[in-house]
């Protein structure tokens, strides 16, 4: 202030506000205060609700619902129906008196759900804690061996199941799990749960858990293979559902709106557990419909959204909303101030935004069993693409606790020094892998692991990372951190594969590949090939209406016109090394995901682009300025090491 001294007081004004600003805009001072602002009395509530025994949320649930100022207040919206908090817990006693009673349910047990989003999943979910036992949320879509998988890691001897997916239960799964018992909950079984008395569960199967004790288990995507069984805490969950609501600003007058899967945790933690922290309502589809998504947000009156990995490309990609009646473009006919989530592509992000008139994206980095998150609440430009952000306050306080480490990408670990012993940070604007510090001591404080699996636990920790005895959890995924503080996705490990020698990034490649008019949706990886070292980046694309023309053998295929665009269009975005040599053209409306909308390239990696293995997709390949198609004949002079890419 002392520059401002003699300056007269029209002019110090503005002049310390200009000033003010560069410094809020150069070190990211009121983020930094948001953050914390946000982090200091969710912690300070978990721990005070730790110490009082009263961490278990339904604890949260009977306090909005005895209280008069939100015992009336909806607090589940799903399909025509509507629940108020009141309403809600005393159904929950209800369910919770009939699991006692009639299967036994007590302190301690472990059930199996598999349902789809439902207002009577959520029932049972809540009964169950209201009992002290803990839910295992089971993904509705798998049937077979990983379903059995997961059935086997939970441990659970009851397993509820959706009437919507109880075909999915086959009698191969009922023999492999002979002693566990598969209840479908139909109408009548509900019923039964309804005419049961309200009866309160006694507080000592509740009030004694602690903060690192199990909340539920929740299965990971299953990216990479069969899931994993996450152990999630009670700190854990209380802690991010308060820090989000915190951070969002919600209300309890506000309506947040999901159609992804509570199974997974972006769902349950940051939009149910989120909702119930603060009282707000909390708005559901079944399940993620592109066509019916805008019409529940209208219908609910919603005012935060909720997205996960490409399901804004998908609502993009959908013809624009037309009220029936007037013809009026409704994309816009909404309340929504925010939509929340993960995976927002950067070649997405702003025309989402534009088309359908949102204001703010909060965009996040974490995992279901990771001990910390990168947050991005963004209004303009300025972030957009980051998947976090933090100024000069956070890397003070919080920036010891994370390192962004050089990566040897033939091992897929981080690269230790061969005098040293020990990783290397990368500077900024390098790619690395991301790391989180954690208790060397005592892991389990911060880091429960895998349910079941002291493998698979021991796996994500490694220790001796910049000094003796120190432990560190890996992510697992390749970050980038820039000059200004901003954080970008760049890979899962094992995503990027290596081309002539160099790194490729597939997010990078297919952020270029998704950025061309006639792209709707692209998937990037690396397949081997005869003769060849390393891998070759191949994109698998779903293309526009406008870019496709009817073949021959009857199938879809691109343009001569869109193939050379695209060729031109990659030269002209990427080094020649991250050039995707191959375009597979997958035949339908979408890629293969898992049911959180996160791409899969598993299937894709392992087919490669051998004709004889991907169907009646066509591959495309990069030849003389354009993609041409590529055949048996060709793949044989491959194979028979005449060209040479």
């Not at 990886?525 to 009817?550: D, F, T």
Request: charged letters at 20%.
């Amino acid at each position: 202030m002392a520059a401002f001294a003699f300056l007269p007081l029209p002019v110090a004004i503005p002049a310390v506000a200009a000033a003010a600003a560069y410094v809020n805009a150069r070190y990211h001072v009121a983020h930094d205060l948001s953050l914390l602002a946000s982090i200091i009395p969710a912690t300070t509530i978990v721990h005070w609700n730790i110490y009082r025994g009263r961490v278990n949320f339904f604890y949260q649930l009977e306090s909005l619902a005895t209280s008069k100022s939100s015992a009336n207040r909806p607090f589940i919206l799903f399909e025509d129906r509507a629940y108020t908090y009141a309403q809600t817990y005393d159904t929950v006693l209800r369910y919770a008196n009939w699991l006692q009673k009639h299967r036994g349910v007590k302190k301690g047990d472990l059930v199996s759900l598999d349902f789809q989003n439902t207002d009577t999943f959520i029932f049972l979910l809540l009964a169950l804690w209201a009992l002290g036992a803990k839910p295992a949320l089971i993904n509705y879509n798998l049937v077979g061996k990983p379903l059995i998988h997961c059935v086997k890691k939970s441990t659970a001897r009851l397993v509820f199941v959706d009437p919507t997916i109880a075909g999915n239960v086959g009698e191969d799964v009922r023999s492999e799990l002979s002693t566990v018992s598969f209840e479908v909950v139909t109408p009548e079984l509900e019923a039964q749960m309804l005419a049961m008395e309200p009866i309160r569960p006694p507080d000592d199967l509740r009030n004694d858990v602690g903060g690192a004790d199990m909340a539920m288990v929740i299965y990971t995507s299953g990216t990479t293979g069969l899931p994993k069984a996450a152990f999630v805490s009670w700190a854990k969950i209380t802690t991010v559902a308060l820090f989000t609501a915190k951070l969002l600003g919600t209300k309890a007058g506000d309506v947040y709106y999901t159609a992804m899967p509570l199974y997974h945790s972006t769902a349950m933690f940051l939009a149910f557990c989120h909702c119930l922290s603060v009282g707000a309502t909390f708005a559901m589809g079944r399940k993620f419909s592109t066509s019916h998504f805008w019409d529940d947000v209208r219908k609910y009156n919603a005012n935060i959204i909720q997205y996960v990995g490409e399901t804004c490309r998908y609502l993009l990609a959908a013809p624009p909303s037309v009220d029936p009646v007037t013809g009026e473009n409704l994309d816009r006919k909404h309340n929504v101030r925010m939509a929340f989530g993960n995976g927002l592509r950067p070649d997405v992000w702003n025309r989402f935004k534009d088309r359908f008139g949102i204001e703010t994206i909060c965009e996040f980095y974490g995992a279901t069993e990771g001990t910390f998150a990168t947050w991005n609440v963004s209004r303009n430009e300025y972030s957009m693409g980051a998947v976090g952000r933090n100024g000069a306050i956070y890397n003070m306080i919080l920036g010891p606790r994370c390192a962004i480490v050089d990566v040897d990408h033939d091992t897929e670990l981080p690269r230790r020094d061969p005098k040293t012993g020990f990783c290397r940070k990368v500077p900024r604007g390098e790619v690395g892998e991301l790391m989180f510090s954690i208790p060397a001591k005592d892991v389990h404080t911060r880091f429960q692991g895998y349910y079941g699996d002291k493998g698979a636990t021991s796996k994500k920790v490694m220790r001796d990372v910049f000094k003796k005895g120190d432990a560190w959890f890996r992510t697992g995924d390749v970050m980038r951190w820039d000059s200004e503080n901003r954080v970008y996705f760049s890979d899962r490990i094992g995503d990027t594969f290596r081309w002539k020698s160099e790194n490729v990034s597939t997010a990078e490649v297919a952020h270029v590949v998704g950025s061309h008019p006639a792209v709707l949706e692209s998937n990037v990886y690396g397949v081997e090939l005869p003769s060849h070292e390393g891998r070759a980046g191949c994109a698998a694309v779903i293309l526009k209406a406008q870019a496709l023309v009817l073949s021959q053998d009857g199938t879809l295929a691109p343009t001569s016109e869109t193939l050379k665009s695209l060729a031109d269009h990659v030269k002209a975005g990427l080094p020649k090394y991250a050039l995707p040599l191959f375009v597979r053209l997958v035949q339908g409306e979408a890629l293969q995901a898992t049911g959180t909308n996160k791409q899969q390239k598993h299937t894709l990696r392992s087919e490669g682009v051998d004709p004889a293995k991907v169907g009646k997709d066509a591959i495309f390949w990069l030849r003389d300025g354009t993609y041409q198609r590529f055949g048996p004949n060709e793949w044989r002079t491959l194979i028979a090491g005449k060209v040479k890419l």
